[in-house]
């Protein structure tokens, strides 16, 4: 009997926020982040980018921490609200960063946010590989077990493969015009980024994903 350990072990230091994702926004756009937990994603836009900031954060302690990086945090359940408190077609991108695997029904509130997004504007999203690698491997021997954080995060209500992300996606009305494989993990791992970007679906821990909205 063998049990393969996941890389993301108790001890794991994760990055504050998707560095990839950072990269893929444009300086001073209009950004909303949903999601936003404490603003480490918000500061680094905001300091860096120049953007300009907004976010929507289910939890009213990580609301109060992110508002001490930028005002425009708003604290907000997005899976029960009927509406957001901002104007229609006004965010040049919308960030849901390790988000979709937190909702109940993310195709709902996925068909919520797009109307808030410009034409000419782009979702960047970050979800979590269930077909990772070691994932695969505990299967295999009849392991599933839920961890503190990571691909099998406890709070994960949803799973993903690279297939039915893109589903999700596409059947919500939005267009992918990119894919790529990305690796949060320790530095001694580090070989597994540049495979995790070739071999995105089964060496990548999650997936980055930029769509805009698919006009016909």
Do not use: W
Request: charged share 25%.
């Amino acid at each position: 009997y063998i049990t393969v350990k996941m890389f993301f072990a108790k001890n794991t230091k994760y990055d504050d926020f998707n560095k990839r994702i950072s990269e893929l926004v444009e300086n001073y756009s209009k950004v909303l982040d949903v999601g936003c937990a404490t603003g480490k994603l918000v500061e680094y836009l905001k300091k860096n980018k120049q953007c300009q900031i907004f976010g929507v954060e289910v939890s009213p302690d990580m609301a109060l921490e992110a508002r001490k990086k930028s005002g425009g945090i708003t604290c907000i359940d997005i899976e029960s609200c009927e509406s957001l408190p901002f104007e229609k077609a006004s965010f040049d991108i919308i960030i849901f960063a390790d988000v979709l695997e937190h909702l109940k029904r993310p195709d709902i509130v996925l068909r919520k946010i797009i109307p808030y997004l410009k034409g000419n504007g782009y979702f960047l999203f970050s979800i979590p590989n269930i077909a990772f690698l070691t994932v695969r491997f505990n299967l295999l021997f009849g392991k599933f077990r839920y961890t503190e954080y990571g691909v099998l995060d406890k709070t994960h209500l949803r799973f993903f493969t690279l297939k039915t992300a893109r589903k999700l996606i596409e059947e919500c009305g939005l267009k992918i015009t990119r894919i790529e494989g990305y690796n949060q993990v320790r530095a001694r791992f580090f070989i597994l980024r540049p495979i995790g970007r070739i071999f995105k679906t089964l060496f990548a821990t999650d997936f980055v994903i930029k769509a805009v909205i698919n006009h016909g």
